[in-house]
């Protein structure tokens, strides 16, 4: 173990740990821990204690300690919140596509069937949600925002914005102004969650046929070759009578790679 920091500073040793001794200008690092592991937030918590009790110690150097425990307990936070939610997302499994959309004829997962699939494992792992809003910059849409709060005290903001679902697929008027908002939230609320924990959809009836959840990295392989061959992502939702791209089960992503592939080749030609 090489030098401490204090001791580089010019200090002598006898300073570390012992605020009496230290120069004006040290820091108070902990001691090497001979016992058992000490998290570095518990170490300078003790440091924090022994130089309260030193009347030598003064208002400055106590400043620094907090401000020094303050970030390295933010960091640790931050580590927590980064291990559990791979922990929680590696035991979240797709969700069914449970209920039919009248207007579209599209399936989709509603809050109900993903609060039973996801809200448990989240919970289990320490994670709470809490949703609001805010001003959205496209125009007739909703700004659903979501606090993903973990129980080490760490916490994370996602932003949404959604289109404000007042008028059917026709164009015209089919909600009340009560409905229509209502329904833009809970739409929003799905669609948060399921990007927050990056959680799958697919239909019942195309995984008994054999078909598998589309992974992330398909639908953005996915969207990459619509913008590139300048396709429609209506019509391939349309097509599959799925709401998002993120509905789609791997069998039929590939399909759709497949065939824009096809149409990239015959543009070449």
Request: hydrophobic share 35%; charged share 25%; glycine share 8%.
């Amino acid at each position: 173990m090489g030098k401490t920091d204090v001791e580089k500073n010019g200090d002598p040793p006898g300073a570390v740990g012992n605020p009496a001794a230290a120069g004006s200008n040290s820091v108070l690092v902990p001691a090497a821990n001979t016992g058992g592991q000490v998290s570095e937030t518990a170490a300078i918590l003790s440091m924090i204690e022994r130089a309260a009790r030193d009347p030598a110690v003064d208002i400055d150097k106590l400043e620094r300690l907090f401000q020094m425990r303050e970030r390295v307990t933010t960091r640790e936070s931050e580590v927590a919140f980064n291990a559990a939610m791979a922990t929680a997302q590696a035991e979240l499994k797709p969700v069914v596509r449970n209920t039919k959309n009248d207007q579209t004829g599209k399936k989709y997962a509603d809050l109900d069937a993903l609060a039973r699939a996801v809200d448990p494992i989240v919970h289990k792992h320490g994670f709470g949600l809490s949703y609001g809003e805010f001003q959205p910059i496209k125009p007739n849409h909703v700004g659903i925002v979501v606090d993903v709060m973990h129980a080490c005290g760490h916490s994370r903001q996602y932003k949404y914005e959604v289109p404000a679902d007042g008028v059917g697929i026709k164009g015209n008027t089919n909600k009340t102004p009560t409905w229509a908002y209502g329904s833009s939230l809970s739409y929003g609320r799905r669609y948060a969650k399921l990007c927050v924990f990056d959680v799958a959809t697919f239909d019942d009836d195309g995984q008994a046929a054999g078909s598998t959840p589309a992974t992330a990295s398909n639908v953005e392989t996915l969207r990459a070759l619509i913008k590139e061959t300048s396709a429609s992502t209506e019509w391939i939702c349309q097509h599959y009578s799925v709401e998002t791209l993120d509905d789609l089960n791997g069998k039929q992503i590939a399909e759709a790679i497949a065939g824009l592939h096809a149409r990239k080749r015959q543009v070449k030609k």
